[in-house]
């Protein structure tokens, strides 16, 4: 089937060298040889090719730099999409490069993803669906291996209430990327490219800003931090930044350091475990800000601060 795709599309002859995986199950294949620099894309089920592929096609039109859709089989998870380039904004701060640049050129090309015109028909990512993402991580995987049980009706009940008031004044603005970080961006000669936007959703531009400056995977230093929050707010501001920032990170970390225990435990994939520290100090630096206050009421009442890690 892939070989067929491929052949139909020029590049029979390509030599094709696998990428590394992430948490998804999605596969990328770097192509080489082929009539252009491309990757292919294998998205089988449960993952599904098509909001990549027209979110790719909308960002473009509106001068968002994205790879462009060189080929598509959706019934079979399949695209050929251009290659930006070799490393990652990731690796090349992995390589040593120096920060701040690539920094403030990531919170411009967020300015730009957040002014472009919302495509129509994106899910949404507002408080409903924060409250699902979190218990499906924080509730029925983190809460059974770190407390020896599952939550009850009203523990989930409470959850659920926390976020809501704690997310509610918060409404949804525009599109969001919703994993806007270095391994998911591609220093450019002109800037900083999109990859991974398949998620993309209509949302509060906050969740982006903190997936940047508060990376699960990575530490970004205070003044590094501070910078790249006042260049995207000098291009497209968001109103009271610093509690908007918090109330979503809180939500996030919250999530995201669950998400360790899912992948660890369900997939086997122990190693981002390695992150849950990062994970658990960054939600406590969130819980300080008095926005925060019904999520961090309802950890007060639930979870003792020394289980908030990694289960043993």
């Not at 590049?11 to 696998?18: I, L, N, T, V």
């Not at 990757?39 to 790719?56: G, N, Q, T, W």
């Not at 809460?143 to 209430?161: F, H, N, T």
């Not at 501001?237 to 899912?262: C, F, N, T």
Request: proline share 8%; glycine share 8%.
């Amino acid at each position: 089937m892939i070989a067929t795709f491929l052949a139909r599309h020029g590049f029979a002859a390509a030599r094709a060298e696998a990428l590394p995986s992430d948490a998804s199950f999605r596969r990328y294949t770097r192509l080489h040889g082929g009539p252009e620099p491309a990757l292919l894309m294998h998205a089988p089920p449960p993952e599904d090719v098509r909001p990549f592929s027209a979110i790719a096609r909308h960002l473009g039109a509106a001068g968002v730099a994205v790879p462009r859709i060189l080929a598509e089989d959706s019934a079979a998870g399949l695209l050929i999409v251009q290659d930006l380039g070799l490393r990652t904004m990731a690796e090349t701060l992995d390589g040593g490069a120096a920060p701040e640049p690539l920094y403030l050129a990531a919170a411009e090309a967020l300015a730009a993803l957040h002014a472009a015109p919302v495509m129509p028909g994106l899910p949404n990512w507002g408080v409903a669906e924060m409250q699902r993402a979190t218990a499906a991580t924080f509730l029925d995987w983190w809460w059974p291996a770190a407390l020896g049980s599952m939550p009850d009706d009203s523990q989930r009940a409470g959850l659920d209430a926390a976020l809501a008031a704690m997310l509610s004044p918060f409404a949804a603005q525009g599109f969001v990327h919703r994993d806007f970080f270095p391994a998911n961006l591609m220093p450019l000669p002109g800037g900083i490219g999109l990859l991974d936007f398949q998620d993309g959703a209509l949302g509060h531009p906050a969740y982006d800003l903190v997936s940047l400056v508060e990376d699960a995977r990575r530490d970004v230093a205070p003044a590094l931090r501070a910078a790249t929050v006042a260049r995207y707010q000098a291009l497209c501001g968001i109103r009271d930044v610093e509690a908007a920032m918090a109330v979503h990170a809180a939500q996030r970390h919250l999530r995201v350091a669950a998400l360790w225990v899912r992948l660890a435990r369900r997939d086997g994939k122990t190693h981002y475990l390695a992150h849950g520290p990062r994970c658990w100090a960054l939600l406590a630096r969130a819980l300080q800000h008095p926005a925060t206050a019904p999520l961090r009421d309802y950890l007060d009442r639930h979870v003792p601060t020394h289980l908030r890690a990694n289960p043993a």
